[in-house]
């Protein structure tokens, strides 16, 4: 059974799901249901579980530029 919960974003990311499709908003959904799971289930603290996520995608590549051009090739489709 899904509940709802509200929680605190910045603006970019409140204003990228509110324009977000229908679909792409239950993707979303359902990415941060997973990783809140995996947060309360690990024995690691939320800000490491972060910092690992963080680490992963600048290993692979992902700078703050190329995420901020992903994010706006999504808002403009």
Known sequence: ???QITI???SDVASIYR????EE???LEL??????RD???SR???????????????????TREILQSIL???RRA
């Open 1 to 3: 059974m899904a509940e």
């Open 8 to 10: 605190s974003v910045d």
């Open 19 to 22: 324009s977000a499709s229908d």
């Open 25 to 27: 908003r239950r993707k």
């Open 31 to 36: 990415l941060i249901n997973l990783r809140l």
């Open 39 to 41: 947060a309360t289930e």
């Open 44 to 62: 690691k603290s939320l800000r490491d579980i972060m910092s690992e996520v963080s680490r992963n995608a600048q290993r692979r590549g992902l």
């Open 72 to 74: 706006d090739d999504e």
